[in-house]
Structure formats: structure tokens, C-alpha cells
């Protein structure tokens, strides 16, 4: 029989050598990912990675020799050449102290090249537990980033450039969620109910993947 502390030891330890969990959480522009993702944060502390947030950091970083290339892709609604992405995340995920191991990796992968360089490079590091996909029209997606537009300083949230997002949002991350449906890993949710109904359900998975 292990004393208290032995036990204690050997659960930190088994934190420690844990690949750590993932979900992709994936939708259209406006979907509501990061929304969801922020109720998630804010009620279990797991760790939020938004690729996009990473590229527009990355963006900012002064005399960051991928800015122009990041800027031209975001405004475009093209998507950023995996190896800088992959590299964003693999460096968040390994600044990020945490004890419970559990991260939600929002809006990636959205294309076969990020598809394909998560599997070289990240897949065999973690675990992936799912994908979080939240289903919302076009029209409802593009009302909610208008609406966002007018205080997000977002340099995508424009007509212009959301007509390109949901154009690469179908041609080329529906193809990647249904790679992950075949493989059973989806879990679909409405995304046109409320904040509080889509957090709800979702916490239903939650609770069915053991997080
Ligand atoms: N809102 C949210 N949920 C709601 C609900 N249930 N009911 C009513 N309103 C709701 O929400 C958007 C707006 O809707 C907010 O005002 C919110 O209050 C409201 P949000 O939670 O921000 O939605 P989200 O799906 O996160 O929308 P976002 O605009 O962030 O989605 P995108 O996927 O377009 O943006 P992302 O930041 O992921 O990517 C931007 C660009 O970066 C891409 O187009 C691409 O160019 C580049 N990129 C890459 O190249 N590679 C990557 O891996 C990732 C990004
Ligand atoms: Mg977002």
C-alpha cells in the first residue's frame, strides 16, 4: 500500500510524462469559437490557444520577419503556411505551466497543409481527444463579425474580406472536418443558439471525454 505522499508523487509525476489532451475547436468566421472557448477558461482553466490570436501576435512583434506574410493572409482569409503556425502553438503550449494537461487549440487546423504539417511535426506529442465543431450559416456568421467589426480593430472583419473567409472556410476546412468525421473524432454543435445553451451542450462532451 503507497503512503499519501508516495500517491501524491506518482499522480504529479504521471501529470508530468502525460502527453498533453487536445481538442481542435473549429466553426466558419464568427462561428463562435473563441466565445466558447472563453467559458471554458473561465469555468475548468484549461489552456485556450487561438491560432489566430498567435498569428496576430506574431504579427504585431516588431520587426517579426513574418508580419507582411501573416497580415496579407488574414486580410485575404488565405491561410498561413503551417510551419510558422505549428511552430506558434507548439511554443504556446510549451510556455504554458500547467497541471492538468488539457488544451483547446481554436481555429487549426483549417487546411490540408496545416493538416498535413500537424501530423509531422505535433500529432504524435499529444493526445487528441476531438474536435469541437460549432455549425453556423454564412449570413449569421458574417452578421456577428460585422457587428464585431466596429470595435475589433480585426483588419478581416470587413465584407471584403469575410466573403474570402467563408470561401476558404468551405473549400478548405470543411474537407478537414470531415477527415476528422470519418475518423469519429467531430462532435456537432448548433451554433446559432445563445452563448449560454451553446456552452451548455458542449459541456455535455466535456463530461463524455472525461474533462
Ligand atoms: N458570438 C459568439 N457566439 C455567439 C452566439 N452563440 N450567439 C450570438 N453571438 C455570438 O464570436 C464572433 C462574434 O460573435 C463576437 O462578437 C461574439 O460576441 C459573437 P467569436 O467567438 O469571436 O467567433 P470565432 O469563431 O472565434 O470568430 P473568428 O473571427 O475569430 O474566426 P476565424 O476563424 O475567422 O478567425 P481566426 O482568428 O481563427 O483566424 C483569422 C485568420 O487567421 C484566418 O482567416 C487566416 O487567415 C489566419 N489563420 C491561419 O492562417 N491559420 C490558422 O491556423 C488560424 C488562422
Ligand atoms: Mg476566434
Known sequence: ????????????????????????????????????????????????????????????????????????????????????????????????EVSHNKYLIDGFPRNQDNLKGWTQDMAEKVDLKGVLFFDVSEEVCTKRCLGRGATSGRSDDNLESLKKRHHTYINDTMPIVDHYKKLGLVYTFNGEKSPGAVFKAVEQVLTKIGW
Open 1 to 96: 500500500m503507497l503512503s499519501w505522499a508516495s500517491r501524491t508523487l506518482v499522480a504529479a509525476m504521471s501529470t508530468m510524462t502525460r502527453k498533453p489532451e487536445v481538442l481542435f475547436v473549429l466553426g466558419g468566421p464568427g462561428a463562435g469559437k473563441g466565445t466558447v472557448c472563453g467559458k471554458i477558461v473561465k469555468k475548468y482553466g484549461y489552456v485556450h490557444l487561438s491560432a489566430g490570436d498567435l498569428l496576430r501576435e506574431e504579427r504585431a512583434k516588431p520587426g517579426s520577419k513574418f508580419g507582411e506574410l501573416i497580415e496579407s493572409h488574414i486580410r485575404n482569409g488565405t491561410i498561413v503556411p503551417v510551419k510558422i503556425t505549428c511552430s506558434l502553438l507548439d511554443r504556446a503550449m510549451q510556455n504554458s
